[in-house]
């Protein structure tokens, strides 16, 4: 194994200590990315935009800070990639969409600021859909985004970049977001860690609708820990944005220690509503298990609510009605088929049945507090299926086990996209691999603002069962 290929897979903690000890200098890592994503990036096409000198200039600024002997951020010298819809300055935001403008973000967003103000290096933007509107990732702008695990098979989105190049081994961090699963599922898809935040937890200025409650943005790392650094990184309270007015800046670091004790945790195979490939049932049923031989109280139950599918498919169509709307009827040979889709069910959707999907969501918030006052926690897989080939028409539907879905969030990602409704943090912790060394999650789940204890179990969990070990041979 080269020395490139070890530190391309070496935690982001070990990197930041060994930078830190002046045992490893941020130009010879930010190198070491830049040659392996060299490597790597014809056959995976993961990014959207690379700043190649600005991030040798920024490694050289922190290489001579190490040697000044100042204080250094948490993450300095750090290169963590940045999903395609969140700006940063230098480099356009084209969010999968050849609808977008090419010129260079002015301002960082908030979260990439607090990136830069912990000595990270953001080199470069990582591919998605057309403005994050599916959970395969593959754009009229950027082409197909593949799995580093299998060529022939989708990392998942609409982080599907970050998720690839992580598992790729180009960058130890990537910042994702999630408006239906969209951390959670290329995390699983890509055998790495992907966390859900609160709603409110992280800023997400700049955005069109400050007071959009479904999308968050957060951290993917290859392990919990590395997640856990850059979740302490990038939350907390931003006057920008109204939904982080009681976030609190914590050290999630400080809160992966302890086991799981005294801890009562449900676990649903399908929430009352779900069909399962068999594959993923047998992985999840036993990585579930997993958490009562470490110590916690297992029991199988959910939450009772009903299929919250159509009440989701209001908000997220008449979103997408309103960012492509405008654009439907000049450009529509440009934009992807399937957000073709999005925008016209969108666009026939009255008010009404816009407010009324609301108030499904505050239903299903409050059936999810009185669930989370009986249990600490909820186990469910992250996605219905292993994931799918790169070709996989969404509007096609999927079929699992026997059954045919037409909507592919009841088939494919049926136990994401509630918590976006909910508020309720939830993480993608790797659990095996099934046929086609095709990787499979488990979602943890809690109430609001328990993200301190899904990171301490998907620890103890990960220390159970440890998968960094494991590098793609593509």
Not at 133 to 148: A, E, F, H, I, Y
Not at 384 to 405: K, N, S, Y
Not at 456 to 473: C, G, L, T
Request: charge should be neutral; charged fraction near 20%; proline fraction near 8%.
């Amino acid at each position: 194994m080269s020395r490139t290929n070890d530190l391309c897979f070496t935690p982001a903690a070990v990197l930041a200590a060994a930078i830190a000890a002046r045992e490893l200098s941020p130009v010879e890592l930010m190198n070491a990315v830049l040659e392996r994503l060299d490597g790597v990036e014809q056959r995976i096409n993961a990014f959207a935009a690379v700043d190649r000198e600005g991030a040798l200039v920024a490694a050289r600024a922190a290489e001579a800070a190490v040697l000044k002997g100042g204080p250094l951020g948490p993450l300095h010298g750090l290169p963590v990639s940045v999903k395609d819809l969140v700006p940063v300055a230098g480099l356009p935001t084209r969010f999968g969409s050849r609808t977008s403008d090419a010129a260079p973000a002015k301002e960082d967003g908030a979260v990439v600021a607090r990136l830069r103000a912990a000595g990270a290096i953001p080199f470069g933007k990582t591919t998605t859909p057309e403005h994050g509107c599916k959970s395969l990732t593959d754009s009229p702008l950027t082409g197909v985004t593949r799995n580093p695990w299998n060529l022939a098979h989708t990392p998942g989105g609409s982080s599907g970049g970050a998720g690839a190049a992580l598992a790729a081994g180009v960058a130890p961090l990537a910042i994702g977001s999630d408006g239906g699963g969209s951390i959670r599922i290329p995390a699983s898809c890509s055998g790495v860690f992907g966390l859900k935040p609160t709603f409110g937890r992280v800023p997400r200025y700049p955005t069109a609708n400050a007071w959009a409650q479904w999308s968050v943005t957060g951290p993917l790392a290859r392990t919990v820990r590395d997640g856990a650094l850059l979740f302490s990184v990038i939350a907390g309270r931003d006057a920008r944005d109204p939904l982080t007015v009681f976030a609190t800046a914590e050290d999630w670091l400080g809160q992966l220690e302890g086991g799981l004790d005294g801890l009562r945790i449900a676990w649903s195979p399908d929430l009352g509503y779900a069909r399962l490939d068999p594959e993923v049932r047998r992985l999840t049923t036993a990585a579930a298990q997993t958490f009562a031989e470490l110590g916690a109280e297992l029991v199988e139950d959910g939450p009772g609510f009903a299929r919250p599918t159509p009440a989701f498919m209001t908000m997220f169509t008449v979103n997408f009605a309103n960012v492509m709307g405008p654009h439907l009827r000049a450009r529509r040979e440009e934009i992807d088929p399937y957000m073709v889709s999005l925008v016209e069910r969108g666009q026939r959707v009255g008010a009404v049945e816009h407010l009324r999907a609301f108030e499904v969501c505050s239903q299903l918030q409050l059936t999810l507090a009185r669930f989370f006052e009986r249990y600490d926690l909820l186990l469910t897989p992250v996605l219905a299926h292993p994931p799918l080939p790169v070709d996989h028409r969404m509007l096609d539907g999927i079929t699992v086990d026997g059954e045919h879905f037409p909507e592919m969030r009841d088939g494919y990602n049926p136990f994401t996209f509630p918590f976006n409704m909910s508020g309720n943090p939830s993480a993608s912790v790797p659990c095996g691999f099934a046929a086609g060394n095709l990787p499979v999650g488990l979602q943890i789940a809690g109430a609001l603002g328990s993200e301190g204890l899904i990171l301490r179990v998907a620890a103890a969990f990960e220390a159970a069962r440890p998968w960094a070990q494991k590098r793609p041979a593509f």
